[in-house]
């Protein structure tokens, strides 16, 4: 049985501006949790593709959506019935890419399998273990990430 816990983490980051007339470097940090799973980020395994966790400091009406889907009270809106984890930082969009992965009951546990990349048109799976969680735990961890 795996643990996860949402960690508040922040994304150091640049994003091009135009201001007064030219093109400025501009600060551009996100605030997002992280799953931690077994006490390592998913983030940091993740990190080569730059992208976020879908938990973020958004309005709470659209975080609260995020938060039914990772726990299987709303359908996921790919087509494939996989559930988004990490996205672009920036927009979201599936066409920036974005790691997924099936999300599903057994018994009493919740599973997260089958990770992969994805952009719309492919899909690339990824070498990463199974994970089992308890599903009172999960439930509460990803719970807890809601606007603290």
């Known amino acids: ?27 551009n940090n996100t ?7 077994d006490g390592k980020s998913l983030y940091q395994r993740f990190q080569s593709y730059d992208f976020i ?7 709470e009406a659209a975080q609260r959506e995020i938060i039914e889907k990772l726990l299987l009270r709303s359908s996921s809106e790919l087509d ?3 559930y988004f984890l990490f996205v ?5 969009d ?7 992965v099936s999300i599903k009951f057994e018994g009493e546990n919740i599973v997260w399998g089958d990770f992969s990349y994805e952009d719309g ?3 690339k799976t990824l070498t990463i273990d199974t994970f089992i969680f308890d599903r009172m735990e999960y439930s509460n961890s990803i ?4 606007f603290r």
């Open 1 to 27: 049985m795996n643990k996860i816990e949402c960690k508040i983490k922040t994304r150091l980051g640049f994003v091009d501006r135009y201001i007064d007339g030219k093109i400025t470097k501009c600060e």
């Open 80 to 82: 494939s019935g996989r």
């Open 31 to 37: 605030d997002f949790f992280d799953f931690v799973i």
């Open 143 to 146: 719970l807890s990430s809601i």
């Open 88 to 92: 672009c930082p920036m927009c979201a």
């Open 94 to 100: 599936l066409g920036c890419g974005a790691i997924t």
């Open 53 to 59: 966790s879908v938990l973020q400091h958004k309005e």
């Open 121 to 123: 048109v492919t899909r």
